[in-house]
């Protein structure tokens, strides 16, 4: 198991510098995130000693508990949330993590704003757009994002960085390159509206769609299976 984890790393690796080259883009332009989620701790450690640092869990509970474990062990890493997020489980995500990339409401942000530790950095948000407008999905209507944005800029325990999405699967990709477009001229246009933020990160694309992602100025993918297997 251990070596099948390095091998896939080492692969996606391989992968997103090639995709970066094709598009004339650095390949260290595209952070690799983890994603951890229902993996045992012992994953995690095995893709962190083969140079992971950034994993991504989208149960509180779950990822708390990995957390606690690595910090224990002396292991630091960097977590992010990528799962929807419920009021009554904010101040758990305030407390541990260092990203939540699934902010779509003014009251979560407000509560995460009041929940995160005064010793800790400023949380790392990302504001999630229902891209492909499903009704299966969280996440803000393209429209609603500047307002969102606003918000979450007066909040001093919050850092604005960026926006992500979960598009619609499709195997086409003449669509996928259509809607990471759409991402892509949002993230502009927040970058445009918010000056003052560190607007840096562009969370998209995930195995099946990892090359249009990239090829549209994607600066996060996020990695499950192609890493750690099927669940």
């Known amino acids: 198991m251990n070596n099948i984890i390095q091998q896939n790393l080492s692969q996606i690796q391989h992968n997103i510098a090639t995709y970066c080259q094709q598009a004339n883009r650095q390949p260290n332009a595209v952070t690799l995130l983890a994603v951890s989620k229902t993996k045992p701790v012992q994953a995690i450690l095995t893709a962190y000693q083969s140079g992971q640092h950034a994993f991504g869990e989208n149960y509180v509970q779950e990822g708390v508990e990995k957390i606690q474990y690595c910090q224990q062990q002396g292991i630091k890493l960097e977590w992010h949330f990528i799962g929807p997020l419920q009021s009554n489980k904010t101040k758990l995500v305030a407390e541990h993590f260092d990203w ?9 942000a407000d509560r995460l704003n009041a929940q995160r530790p005064s010793h800790l950095p400023p949380l790392n948000v990302l504001i999630q757009i229902n891209i492909s407008d499903e009704q299966s999905k969280s996440g803000i209507q393209p429209n609603e994002l500047m ?82 297997g099927q669940r």
């Open 147 to 228: 307002a969102l944005a606003k918000h979450i800029e007066k909040l001093p325990h919050l850092r604005l960085r960026g926006i992500m999405a979960i598009p619609e699967n499709t195997t086409d990709q003449t669509e996928q390159i259509s809607v990471f477009n759409q991402m892509q001229t949002l993230f502009q246009q927040l970058q445009q509206q918010c000056p003052n933020q560190q607007i840096d990160t562009l969370s998209m694309g995930m195995s099946a769609d990892m090359e249009s992602a990239i090829k549209c100025g994607s600066t996060m993918v996020r990695i499950g299976t192609a890493i750690f």
């Open 100 to 108: 939540i990339q699934t902010l779509s409401r003014n009251k979560i």
